[in-house]
């Protein structure tokens, strides 16, 4: 089992940044690939940001290419999520997901709010 725990949301006017961070606990975290979801009420949950185990390889989704930036850090069994020029539109629950070959987990989630 690997547990996720997200932290970092909260309100934030549009154009502002916020930072956010998804520490697992449980089994190697370095042999996960890590991923940003994120769910608006009222639609289904998205694919923000994906980064490989080696945190050489990212990808993102259209929507926050170039405003938002995810990193990991290995020794400190976290990933992050920077976003900037946040927009009304950014506001939902952040999930931080861990893939693996064999098996998925998904964190308790970060409400984001951005207002105009």
């Known amino acids: 089992q690997v547990q996720l725990v997200e932290s970092g949301g909260g309100l934030v006017q549009a154009g502002g940044s916020l930072r956010l961070s998804c520490v697992a606990s449980g089994r190697t975290f370095s042999n996960y690939n890590m991923n940003w979801f994120r769910q608006a009420p009222g639609k289904e949950r998205e694919f923000v940001a994906g980064?490989?185990?080696?945190?050489?390889?990212?990808s993102y989704a259209d929507s926050v290419k170039g405003r938002f930036t995810i990193s990991r850090d290995n020794a400190k069994n976290t990933v992050y999520l920077q976003m900037n020029s946040l927009k009304p539109e950014d506001t939902a629950v952040y999930y931080c997901?861990?893939?693996?070959?064999?098996?998925?987990?998904w964190g308790q989630g970060t409400q984001v709010t951005v207002s105009s």
């Open positions: 980064i490989n185990l080696s945190g050489v390889s990212t």
């Open positions: 997901k861990a893939d693996s070959v064999t098996d998925n987990y």
